[in-house]
């Protein structure tokens, strides 16, 4: 029988598929389009928004939220009804940052992703992972609007 303890892990290994390079928007890695758009977002996990139905990076973002947690949730064993309250805040540094990818020095921004669970219970569980995105601006001189994205992955 899963417990709801599990819901750590739940929430661990939900930002892990949430932020690999298989979430995808157009064949490109979701988040390269979000770090343009956004400075903060919120996903609510439980429900799904209608706005959600539109063919843009966010509402991929918040379609692509409730399906990875959903999935985590079955795969753990847990009912979704165990869970009052499932937030995704994911937050975009105001600046750019300089750091080196492969030994070449480039500029990007950190991205922190914070996922958020209440329990029927009342227990509140929490799991962070920052991720830093770095832009080849050879790239984008040579094919404006093409985004080359690396990420350097620190898990909390």
């Known amino acids: 029988m899963a417990r709801r303890r599990n819901i750590k892990g739940v929430l661990h290994n939900f930002l892990g598929t949430y932020t ?10 979701l988040f390269g389009f979000l770090v343009e758009v956004i400075r903060e977002l919120r996903i609510d996990l439980i429900e799904v928004r209608a ?10 973002a918040e379609r692509l939220g409730v399906t ?7 795969k753990a064993g847990l009912p979704t009804s165990c869970i ?10 105001p600046e750019l940052i300089d750091g080196f990818v492969n030994g070449w020095l480039s500029s990007g921004y950190q991205v922190k992703f914070v996922v958020e669970a209440v329990t029927d219970l009342g227990k509140t569980y929490e799991s962070t992972m920052m991720i830093r ?10 094919e404006p609007g093409l985004q080359r994205v690396y990420s350097i992955i620190k898990r909390k």
């Open 20 to 29: 690999s390079r298989y979430s995808d928007f157009d064949g490109y890695w």
């Open 51 to 60: 706005e959600c139905n539109e063919t843009t990076p966010i509402a991929t």
């Open 68 to 74: 990875k947690f959903s999935e985590q949730m079955e």
């Open 84 to 93: 009052r309250e499932a937030h995704l805040k994911i937050t975009k540094s």
């Open 133 to 142: 995105q770095e832009y080849n601006h050879w790239k984008f001189l040579a």
